[in-house]
């Protein structure tokens, strides 16, 4: 008899453990930090904000979303994320191709397309991020959760330029992570001056610097167009973004908090692709209106073709570089073709 009751009395104690583990596991709370490359207003605040959202309303997680300068320059970040001092960064692929090589894959000139529909076919659909890019960010101690397109870059001077002659000589700042940003304006006739975000305001207005390039959004959102006289839209490139995690972080979430994280991700990538498709309409419109004495060129397809000639050769090199960066531009290549042909 007494010994039926020890045994009622342990099934119960080991279901009454059992119920506080899993009810324990569902109520773990905990506070993850977020820095990211630009403020709350811009692409990667709308994808920050977007995926914070998703999470707290999808578990009891909270997110501390730390913008630009509120932790340093964005070129630390990456460093306190690999630490796993920062959960999830949200950075600007032109800051990282000086640690992950392959990330200069998305700063090659005149290799993606100037066409919302195409590039949003491509970042939901290529294979070369979807597939190829996930296991080099583990090489690095992350996770990639996502790469998204932020406008098509636009070049600013101070004087128009409309052939690779006109730019000699011109100190053109590019973002500080990206050789290839460098290889691109040797070949288009300038002099690369690598610089952090947070440098440049001065630089332009001490004419340290001839012109730099950025996403109308951006050049509207941070009175560029008041810094410089002339937007050139030359065609050769796009800004884009990234999303990564932690990896020994995100490997140590349990199954449930991973779906969510990758849920989150898939949730913010809808939101801000969406909201990409008119982000460099929206910063145009606004430039035109608030200030109509600046400057808006197009190059005409004959003006680009120096460029773009000049261009394979950095093509050339970032294939060149390693089998890795070759195989990707080989992918991305396929993806966009892909993309050309079935974007609606
Ligand atoms: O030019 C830059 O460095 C900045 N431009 C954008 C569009 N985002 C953040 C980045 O630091």
């Given at each position: 008899m007494k010994k039926k009751l020890n045994l009622k009395m342990f099934k119960a104690l080991l279901a009454g453990i059992m119920l506080v583990t899993v009810t324990s596991m569902n109520l773990y709370a905990a506070e993850w930090k977020y820095a990211m490359g630009e403020g709350l207003g811009d692409p990667q605040g709308i994808y920050a904000t977007a995926f914070t959202n998703y999470i707290e309303e999808n578990s009891r997680h909270k997110i501390k979303i730390y913008p630009v300068g509120s932790l340093g320059e964005e070129t630390d970040m990456m460093e306190q994320t690999k630490a796993g001092i920062l959960q999830f960064l949200g950075q600007s692929t032109g800051y990282m191709g000086g640690t992950i090589p392959e990330m200069d894959l998305f700063t090659l000139p005149y290799v993606m397309p100037t066409d919302t529909r195409q590039l949003d076919y491509f970042f939901k659909n290529s294979k070369a991020i979807n597939e190829m890019l996930p296991p080099i960010f583990n090489k690095h101690g992350l996770e990639l959760l996502s790469i998204f397109p932020e406008g098509e870059m636009a070049v600013t001077t101070f004087v128009p330029f409309h052939s690779p002659a006109d730019l000699k000589g011109k100190k053109m700042r590019v973002m500080p992570g990206s050789p290839i940003l460098v290889e691109t304006y040797k070949a288009f006739g300038a002099s690369p001056v690598p610089m952090t975000w947070g440098d440049l305001i001065g630089a332009l207005k001490t004419n340290m610097v001839d012109g730099?390039?950025?996403?109308?959004?951006?050049?509207?959102?941070?009175?560029?167009?008041?810094?410089?006289?002339?937007?050139?839209?030359?065609?050769?490139?796009?800004?884009?973004?990234?999303?990564?995690?932690?990896?020994?972080?995100?490997?140590?979430?349990?199954?449930?908090?991973?779906?969510?994280?990758r849920s989150a991700a898939e949730h913010a990538h809808q939101v801000i692709l969406k909201e990409a498709e008119k982000l460099d309409a929206y910063g145009l419109g606004r430039i035109v209106r608030s200030n109509p004495d600046?400057?808006?060129?197009?190059?005409?397809?004959?003006?680009?073709?120096?460029?773009?000639?000049?261009?394979?050769?950095?093509?050339?090199?970032?294939?060149?570089?390693?089998?890795?960066?070759?195989?990707?531009?080989?992918?991305?290549?396929?993806?966009?073709?892909?993309?050309e042909a079935k974007a609606k």
């Amino acid at each position: 008899m007494k010994k039926k009751l020890n045994l009622k009395m342990f099934k119960a104690l080991l279901a009454g453990i059992m119920l506080v583990t899993v009810t324990s596991m569902n109520l773990y709370a905990a506070e993850w930090k977020y820095a990211m490359g630009e403020g709350l207003g811009d692409p990667q605040g709308i994808y920050a904000t977007a995926f914070t959202n998703y999470i707290e309303e999808n578990s009891r997680h909270k997110i501390k979303i730390y913008p630009v300068g509120s932790l340093g320059e964005e070129t630390d970040m990456m460093e306190q994320t690999k630490a796993g001092i920062l959960q999830f960064l949200g950075q600007s692929t032109g800051y990282m191709g000086g640690t992950i090589p392959e990330m200069d894959l998305f700063t090659l000139p005149y290799v993606m397309p100037t066409d919302t529909r195409q590039l949003d076919y491509f970042f939901k659909n290529s294979k070369a991020i979807n597939e190829m890019l996930p296991p080099i960010f583990n090489k690095h101690g992350l996770e990639l959760l996502s790469i998204f397109p932020e406008g098509e870059m636009a070049v600013t001077t101070f004087v128009p330029f409309h052939s690779p002659a006109d730019l000699k000589g011109k100190k053109m700042r590019v973002m500080p992570g990206s050789p290839i940003l460098v290889e691109t304006y040797k070949a288009f006739g300038a002099s690369p001056v690598p610089m952090t975000w947070g440098d440049l305001i001065g630089a332009l207005k001490t004419n340290m610097v001839d012109g730099q390039e950025n996403p109308t959004v951006w050049i509207e959102a941070y009175d560029l167009d008041h810094l410089t006289k002339v937007l050139t839209y030359t065609g050769h490139g796009h800004f884009n973004a990234s999303a990564s995690a932690n990896k020994k972080f995100f490997d140590g979430l349990g199954e449930r908090d991973k779906k969510l994280v990758r849920s989150a991700a898939e949730h913010a990538h809808q939101v801000i692709l969406k909201e990409a498709e008119k982000l460099d309409a929206y910063g145009l419109g606004r430039i035109v209106r608030s200030n109509p004495d600046f400057k808006i060129v197009t190059l005409t397809k004959d003006e680009r073709t120096p460029f773009k000639e000049a261009a394979t050769s950095v093509q050339a090199l970032f294939a060149s570089k390693s089998a890795s960066n070759k195989a990707l531009l080989d992918q991305m290549q396929a993806d966009l073709k892909e993309a050309e042909a079935k974007a609606k």
